[in-house]
C-alpha cells in the first residue's frame, strides 16, 4: 500500500515536473521582451525626479562584423555597413538599449512632439531601436533611391505582422491603417527582406518612462512622480534584467543615478 | 431613474449582441468534434497547441502553420486582416500546392472540415476580438486577360520590383532569395513563377492578384503597393524613363518634376486617406488613382498568369516519351536554333527519402529534355530551373552551409532485352549496374563517366570516353548540353541504337537547398528511343497499294457492269 502511494506520488511529481519544464519554455520567450504595468494613468507631474546613467558593455568586445552588401550597391554600398546588434563605443558604453520603468502606474502624458520616425537610407533603418505608444502611428521614411519592404512581425497580442512595399518613389509612409498596435508589447523585430541584412526593432509601450540609449550609452527618464520602482533594461543581444530588475527610489525633485553592466546573452 | 439606466443598458447590449450576429461567421461553434478531428488529422504537423510544432514537422519545409500568431498566407482578405473562415475551409479542402499541406477534401467529411476551422480559430485570440469582418480584397474592375494585357503587366513587374525576389524572368532567381526567411526564421523561396502548379494558393488570375494585394502573412511577400501612385501607366513610363537618364534638357526636367510632384501628392492623400483627414478634393485624386493601382494590379496578375503553362506538363511517358530526332546533318551546338523546333520531354523530380540523408523538401522541380541523332552521334539538351547558382561549398553563419549544384544523367550499362526484362535498381543501381553522365556546376563543359551499383557505391570509370559538353545559367535556369558517340570502345558504357527504347532517369542537387551526395532530387525511370529514321519506301508502297486498290475498283465496276447488260 505504502510502495503505492509512493509510486503514485512519484508519478504526481514527475508530472508536475513535465509541466514546470514545458511552461519554461514558453516563459524563456517572454523573457526577451520588456514588462508592462498592468494599468496606467496620466497625470500632471509635479516635483518630479530624473533617473539617468549609463550603460556599458561588459566582457571581451567582439570584432565588428562587416555585412556583406549583396545587391543594389549603388544605394546600399556606399559606405561600409556593420552589425549593429551590438554597438559598443569607446569606454565599453552600449548603444540600442532600452531602459525603462517596469511598474509606473501614473504619470506624464507621451511627449506629442516626439517624431515617430524610422528612416530607411542606404539601406539601414535608422534609428535600430524605436519606442512606440500603443494607438500610435510610426511613420516609415525611404531616403533610398531603392525598393524597401517594411516587414514588422506579427506577434500573439497584436494582429500587427505588416508587410508592406515602399518604392523608391514613396518618400514618407504612415502605418496607420495596419501598423497600429492595440496591446502594449515588444520589442519586435522590423527587416526588409529585399536587403536581407537590414534590421530595426519596435516596441509598443503604455506609457513615455522608455529611454533607448545613445552612442555614449547614456539615458534620461524625466519627470518621475516620486515613488519607489523597479528599472528594467532590454537589448537585443544582452537580454534583459527582468529576474532581477533594480529597485530605485525616487524623491521629489531628485536625480537617481543608475549604471548598468551587461553581458552577451548566454547561447541557447 | 435606476431602471431607466439597466432598460437603456440592456438594449445597449442587446444592439452590441445583435451587431455581433450581424458579423456571421460561416465556422459552427467550436466543439469537442473539432478538437478530435484536429488532434488526429493535423496536430501530427501543426501541434496540440497548433503551434506548428507537431512531430512531423521537423522535416517539413514550407514549416507547418504556427496558429497562435493569427498569420495565414493565403486569404481573400487585406495586408494585416485575418483571414475568414471560407478561407480557412478552402486550404483544408484544397490543401497548398508545392507544400506538405494536403488537400483534406476526400479523407475529411464537409462538416468536419468546418469543425476544424472552428477548432484552429481557437488557438489565435484574435478572431474572437474581432468586431468586424475581415476587409476583403475587390475583385472590381478586373481586366479580362488579353495578349495586350500582358505586355503592359510585363512593363509593370519590373516597377513593381518584382523581379528583386522572383528574378526577372519569374524563375524565383532574384538577388534577394537567398536570404529570404518567413517570420519565424526558416528559410523560404520566392514562387517560381513558371511553375504555377507549385502556386500555393492557385492560379487563377484572381489568386494571384489576391496574393500581391493582400501579401502572404508572416513570408517576405509583402503587400504591394502601387510604385508610381497617382500616375497613369503611360505617365509612369515616361517618369522611369526620365528618370534613368543621366543627364535632362531643361523641358524634360520639367516635365519631370510635375510627374514627381503629381506623385508625392498623391501618396501624402494616401496617408491622409488612411488617418481619415482628406478633403473631397483629395478623396477624389485617391479615387482615380486606385482604379489605376487596380488596372496595373490586373495587368500585372495577367502577365504572372502568362508566365507558366496552366497545368504541369504530362511526364514523358506513353505519347510523351523523349524521342532523339534523327537528322542527316551534323547534330546542333547548344546555342542552334534547331532545338527550339522540339518539344521538350518533361521528367518530373522527387525528393530522394529512402536512404539517409535524404531530402525532404525539394526545390528542383523536374529537368526538361530534348534530343536529336544522327549516324554516328547523339545530343542532348537538359534544362532545369534551379534558383540560385552555386559552383562550390560556402559556408555561411546566416544561411548555414550550401553546396554545388549538380546532375547526373543515368542510363543502365546494358540494355534490357525486351520490356519484361529487368532493369537495373533506379537508385543508381545495384546488382546490376548503371552508367551515368556526372555535371558540376563547377566544371561547366565536362562530363564525368561513372559506374554504379547503389546510391553510395559508383565509381568514376578509368577510361572517360569523349563526351562533348557545355553548361551555362542564367535567369534561374541551367541548360546542359551534351554529345557523344552512339557507340563506344568502352564496356562499361551504354551502347546506342535507333529504335530500341533505353532506360534513362536523373539525380539532382541544389545546392542551395543543402543538397549534397544522397540528398538530392530523383526521378525512377524513364525511357527514350531514337526515334528509326523514316524508310525511303513509304514513298513507293502506299501509293502502289492505293494504285492497286483503285484499279481493282475499276475492274470490279466494269465486271458489275457487263454482268448486269
Known amino acids: 500500500m505504502k510502495t503505492k502511494m509512493l509510486a503514485c506520488l512519484a508519478l504526481l511529481i514527475a508530472c508536475g515536473f513535465g509541466l514546470f519544464v514545458f511552461a519554461d519554455s514558453h516563459e524563456e520567450e517572454e523573457m526577451d521582451k520588456l514588462v508592462f504595468s498592468e494599468a496606467y494613468k496620466t497625470v500632471a507631474v509635479k516635483d518630479g525626479g530624473k533617473i539617468s546613467g549609463v550603460v556599458k558593455f561588459e566582457g571581451e568586445v567582439p570584432e565588428k562584423k562587416k555585412l556583406e552588401i549583396t545587391k543594389d550597391q549603388a544605394v546600399c554600398g556606399v559606405t561600409d555597413k556593420f552589425d549593429e546588434s551590438l554597438v559598443v563605443g569607446e569606454g565599453n558604453v552600449l548603444k540600442n538599449t532600452i531602459v525603462y520603468l517596469m511598474d509606473i502606474s501614473q504619470g506624464k502624458d507621451f511627449d506629442k512632439e516626439a517624431k515617430l520616425e524610422i528612416d530607411q537610407k542606404e539601406c539601414r533603418f535608422d534609428p535600430r531601436v524605436q519606442i512606440v505608444p500603443v494607438g500610435k502611428v510610426l511613420t516609415m521614411l525611404n531616403s533610398d533611391k531603392a525598393t524597401h519592404n517594411v516587414h514588422i512581425f506579427g506577434t500573439k497580442k497584436n494582429n500587427t505582422s505588416v508587410n508592406k512595399q515602399q518604392t523608391k518613389n514613396r518618400k514618407k509612409m504612415r502605418l496607420s491603417r495596419e501598423g497600429v498596435a492595440k496591446n502594449a508589447e515588444g520589442p519586435v523585430e522590423v527587416k526588409c527582406d529585399i536587403h536581407g541584412w537590414m534590421r530595426a526593432w519596435i516596441a509598443y509601450v503604455p506609457h513615455p518612462y522608455f529611454a533607448v540609449t545613445n552612442e555614449k550609452g547614456e539615458f534620461t527618464l524625466e519627470d518621475v512622480p516620486p515613488g519607489d520602482y523597479k528599472l528594467g533594461y532590454w537589448h537585443e543581444a544582452c537580454g534583459t534584467n527582468n529576474k532581477e530588475p533594480v529597485k530605485v527610489t525616487v524623491a521629489a525633485g531628485g536625480e537617481v543615478k543608475q549604471d548598468f553592466m551587461l553581458k552577451l546573452k548566454e547561447a541557447k | ?565
Open chain 2, 1 to 565: 431613474m435606476r431602471s431607466r439606466n439597466i432598460v437603456l443598458a440592456a438594449l445597449i447590449l442587446g444592439l452590441l449582441s445583435v451587431f455581433n450576429l450581424t458579423f456571421a461567421q460561416d465556422a459552427p461553434e467550436v466543439s469537442e468534434k473539432g478538437k478530435e478531428v484536429y488532434e488526429e488529422s493535423c496536430a501530427h504537423c501543426h501541434g496540440i497547441e497548433g503551434r506548428g510544432d507537431g512531430s512531423a514537422a521537423e522535416n517539413l519545409l514550407p514549416q507547418p502553420r504556427d496558429f497562435t500568431r493569427g498569420l495565414y498566407k493565403i486569404r481573400s482578405t487585406e495586408s494585416g486582416q485575418l483571414p475568414t473562415d471560407q478561407d480557412l475551409f478552402d486550404i483544408i479542402t484544397e490543401g497548398m500546392p508545392g507544400s506538405s499541406m494536403p488537400g483534406w477534401e476526400t479523407s475529411l467529411g464537409t462538416n468536419d472540415r468546418w469543425e476544424v476551422v472552428a477548432y484552429i480559430k481557437t488557438f489565435y485570440e484574435g478572431f474572437k476580438e474581432q468586431e468586424t469582418p475581415p476587409r476583403q480584397i475587390s475583385l472590381e474592375g478586373k481586366i479580362p486577360y488579353s495578349e495586350e494585357s500582358v505586355e503592359i503587366g510585363k512593363i509593370l513587374y519590373t516597377q513593381f520590383a518584382c523581379f528583386e525576389c522572383h528574378g526577372n524572368l519569374g524563375r524565383g532567381d532574384g538577388t534577394s532569395a537567398p536570404t529570404l526567411e518567413d517570420e519565424w526564421g526558416f528559410k523560404s523561396w520566392p514562387a517560381n513563377l513558371t511553375q504555377s502548379w507549385n502556386y500555393r494558393g492557385g492560379n487563377d488570375i484572381d489568386d494571384i492578384y489576391k496574393r500581391f494585394i493582400g501579401g502572404i502573412a508572416g513570408s517576405a511577400m509583402p503587400m504591394f503597393e502601387d510604385p508610381a501612385f497617382g500616375l497613369t501607366i503611360e505617365e509612369s513610363k515616361r517618369y522611369n524613363e526620365l528618370d534613368s537618364k543621366a543627364e535632362m534638357t531643361e523641358t524634360e526636367e520639367e516635365e519631370y518634376n510635375q510627374l514627381d510632384e503629381k506623385m508625392g501628392n498623391a501618396y501624402e492623400i494616401l496617408d491622409l486617406m488612411a488617418d481619415g483627414d482628406a478633403t473631397e478634393e483629395q478623396k477624389q485624386i485617391y479615387d482615380t488613382a486606385m482604379k489605376e493601382f487596380n488596372v496595373k494590379s490586373w495587368h500585372l496578375a495577367n502577365y504572372v498568369k502568362s508566365l507558366s503553362p496552366e497545368k504541369r506538363p504530362e511526364a514523358a511517358i506513353g505519347k510523351n516519351v523523349l524521342r532523339s530526332q534523327y537528322t542527316i546533318n551534323e547534330l546542333p551546338e547548344m546555342a542552334d536554333a534547331a532545338w527550339e523546333t522540339l518539344e521538350s520531354s518533361y521528367f518530373p523530380l522527387v525528393g530522394q527519402i529512402i536512404v539517409e540523408p535524404r531530402q525532404f523538401n525539394p526545390t528542383i522541380d523536374s529537368v526538361n529534355v530534348k534530343s536529336f541523332y544522327n549516324d554516328t552521334e547523339v545530343a542532348f539538351l537538359f534544362t532545369w530551373d534551379d534558383r540560385t547558382h552555386n559552383t562550390e561549398v560556402e559556408e555561411d553563419e546566416d544561411t548555414g552551409t550550401t553546396f554545388e549544384d549538380a546532375i547526373a544523367i543515368q542510363f543502365p550499362v546494358k540494355v534490357p532485352k525486351g520490356p519484361t526484362a529487368p532493369k537495373p535498381y533506379f537508385l543508381w543501381g545495384g546488382k546490376l549496374p548503371v552508367y551515368l553522365w556526372q555535371w558540376k556546376a563547377s566544371a561547366a563543359d565536362k562530363i564525368t563517366e561513372l559506374t554504379a551499383k547503389g546510391i553510395n557505391n559508383a565509381e568514376v570509370q578509368e577510361v572517360q570516353g569523349n563526351i562533348e559538353a557545355k553548361g551555362e545559367y542564367t535567369d534561374g535556369q541551367y541548360r546542359l548540353w551534351v554529345k557523344r558517340a552512339l557507340k563506344t570502345d568502352d564496356k562499361k558504357d551504354l551502347q546506342l541504337e535507333p529504335a530500341v527504347f533505353v532506360p534513362i532517369a536523373f539525380s539532382a542537387w541544389d545546392g542551395a537547398n543543402g543538397d549534397v551526395g544522397t540528398k538530392r532530387v530523383i526521378s525512377s525511370w524513364y525511357s527514350f528511343v531514337l526515334e528509326p529514321v523514316p524508310s525511303s519506301r513509304r514513298f513507293i508502297y502506299p501509293p502502289l497499294v492505293a494504285l492497286l486498290s483503285f484499279g481493282l475498283l475499276v475492274g470490279l465496276r466494269e465486271f458489275v457492269r457487263q454482268r448486269n447488260t
